[in-house]
């Protein structure tokens, strides 16, 4: 197969110059016969999946066809050959040094003509983050040449909001695989992510603006403190802060709602004295995103079993009663975390309009090249209430669940683990626990005691 897909692109690529009415139909009915070579040799690796050792030994063979045709640029065959490594990739979970070998293939690809095939693109780039960060960690190079790729794709005018979530979802799979590891990407992460933010109209779809504070929370959750004191430098804290806690109930999805839940708390660890001023009297409506959040998980957990259940041909008829979605909190209306120090009510409208305009004047500076090539960005005032009646149907609708969506966060319980944390802040950070726990109402106090037992109950179940 790849000796035939060789030659007959051999033949295409010498002629395709020479393009003629002559040779037209003769040149389009070779590039279709290896087009159907390519979906073989894809069937070929995705009924391997279960037998990686088969797969690895098949990369000799089909990762210079691959490199054909990211060398060569045929365009037409991008989707099909990424398709094939990202299986590869997959089916082996590793990266082997004929794997590593592509990767400048691919980058090149990407500066060339690749922007506009990164979604297919995304897969692979995946594989390679969640398979090879010990590689990516270790080499200066790769790390840029990743960072090139986010930051290319939320600056270029060419792509739409749907890339630019592409772009977000790889920061996201570098900051989670490389915790700990690449400390020097999470400023230029944060920059890309507050270029938007802090933008007047600058976010058109509610998940482009989910995924660009996921850009945020997943800065908090691999280190508070680096993240932290990146938004306080430029003094785009309170500006973001804003725009997540108006934000918390478009985090519809479990992912999100993990995030969100893993990325505030993070924030409760950080000593009260290194905390910006602003969080500091702003706590309890951190917390209250907490609180808000789980509020609504189990019901996120129950529609991605009914999803999975779809897919894997099961009865939707079942009941979801497994240990992860057993919580159902009935005690009282909804915990709002948009309400207090970062609300955005007409009391706050004025207090907070002038700093934040002024952020975009710094933003652009803080950011130079990184925010230039966006735009121009002015804030406006800050009241999304107002700006959503004039956003359409895309930023009302809720984003979906992803079908056996993998992430390093995925086996967390986040009832155990805010439990841990909230022991741990008690213990070692008795000023935010008191900050938290002094301004609780009563339903909240009930909430989380419910949550507590939940934790202890789901913990005796793994036990």
């Known amino acids: 197969l790849c000796d035939t897909f060789m030659r007959v692109m051999g033949d295409v690529v010498t002629n395709t110059p020479k393009l003629t009415a002559d040779n037209i139909d003769d040149i389009s009915d ?32 089909v990762y210079p066809v691959i490199r054909f045709v990211l060398e060569q640029h045929v365009v037409d065959l991008y989707d099909e050959a990424f398709e094939i490594l990202d299986c590869c990739l997959f089916a082996v979970k590793t990266v082997s040094p004929n794997a590593w070998g592509l990767f400048g293939a691919i980058y090149e690809c990407f500066k060339s003509d690749g922007i506009d095939f990164i979604e297919e693109m995304l897969p692979s780039l995946d594989n390679y983050v969640s398979y090879g960060m010990d590689v990516i960690a270790a080499t200066s190079e790769l790390q840029a ?32 695989h490389g915790r700990g590891k690449v400390d020097g990407m999470i400023p230029g992460f944060l920059g890309l992510a507050a270029a938007y ?5 600058a976010i058109k779809t509610a998940q482009f603006r989910v995924h660009v504070l996921e850009i945020v929370l997943n800065a ?83 529609a991605r079993e009914a999803l999975e259940k779809m897919y894997e041909g099961d009865d939707l ?30 009391d706050a409208d004025e207090a907070h309009g002038q700093s934040l305009r002024d952020l975009a004047g710094r933003a652009a500076a803080a950011l130079g090249s990184a925010a230039g090539d966006i735009g121009e960005f002015e804030l406006g005032s800050g009241d999304d209430d107002d700006d959503d009646d004039e956003e359409d149907d895309d930023f ?34 008795g000023a935010v626990y008191d900050a938290i726990f002094g301004s609780l109402n009563a339903e909240s106090t009930q909430l989380v005691q419910a949550l507590m037992d939940e934790a202890t109950a789901q913990r005796a179940q793994q036990a």
């Open 197 to 201: 933010l802090l933008a007047d109209d």
């Open 220 to 302: 908090l959750y691999y280190n508070p403190a680096i993240a932290l004191g990146v938004l306080e430098q430029y003094q785009w804290t309170d500006g973001v802060f804003t725009r997540l806690l108006q934000s918390v109930d478009r985090f519809t999805r479990v992912h999100d709602k993990k995030l969100l839940i893993l990325g505030l708390t993070a924030i409760l660890g950080v000593p009260a004295a290194q905390l910006p001023p602003s969080l500091q009297g702003g706590l309890s409506q951190l917390f209250a995103g907490v609180l808000q959040s789980f509020q609504s998980l189990g019901k996120a957990i129950e």
């Open 145 to 176: 040449r990743l960072f090139d790729v986010v930051e290319t794709v939320m600056k270029s005018d060419r792509v739409g909001e749907g890339d630019r979530t592409c772009a977000c979802k790889l920061a996201e799979a570098i900051m989670l």
């Open 396 to 429: 009302d609708a809720a984003l979906e669940e992803e079908y056996a969506l993998e992430s390093p966060i995925e086996q967390i319980n986040l009832y155990i683990h805010l439990q841990d944390k909230l022991a741990e802040v008690q213990s070692t950070n």
């Open 30 to 61: 070779k590039t279709m016969a290896a087009m159907g070579v390519l979906k073989t040799l894809g069937t070929l690796v995705l009924n391997l999946e279960g037998s990686p050792e088969v797969v690895f030994s098949l990369e000799a063979v």
């Open 317 to 346: 008829d079942g009941d979801f009663d497994g240990a992860s979605n057993d919580f159902e909190w009935d005690g009282g209306s909804d915990i709002d975390a948009d309400d207090g120090v970062f609300a955005d009510d007409d």
